[in-house]
């Protein structure tokens, strides 16, 4: 496994739930996918932007610099079903991409949201 890059980030719930005070729609729109926003019922939780402004972060830090994503190009998925965390990068068509595995680990305590995300390199073709 050839690691390409690690990255985390801690965010403070409510340095984000003062945000959300100040602008409800305005920071869900600009961060949230389509499928985040989805899940409508949570858009005025600050932990569940908490945790996706904390992967997503992490996951910059981790892409950075082979890749720049935006906001928009990640999609986090919690915990469902039973199954792991996963979180999806969806670059523009025009930006070439071979990556491998993206492993994230999100944790709360409290007043913090902490995560880390793993990016592997995509394999070599002949």
């Not at 985040?36 to 996951?59: C, G, M, N, Y």
């Not at 906001?71 to 071979?98: A, F, Q």
């Amino acid at each position: 496994m050839c690691i390409l890059g690690i990255g985390v980030d801690v965010v403070h719930v409510p340095r984000i739930a003062a945000l959300l005070r100040r602008y409800p729609q305005r920071l869900a729109s600009r961060i949230l996918t389509p499928q985040e926003s989805a899940q409508s019922h949570s858009l005025i939780d600050p932990t569940f932007i908490a945790v996706r402004w904390a992967v997503k972060e992490a996951a910059y830090k981790a892409l950075y610099p082979h890749h720049r994503p935006t906001w928009k190009d990640l999609t986090y998925k919690g915990l469902e079903n039973g199954s792991k965390p996963t979180l999806l990068y969806h670059p523009p068509s025009d930006v070439p991409v071979n990556l491998g595995d993206i492993h994230i680990s999100v944790s709360h305590d409290g007043e913090y949201v902490f995560a880390s995300v793993l990016v592997q390199a995509g394999r070599e073709r002949p």
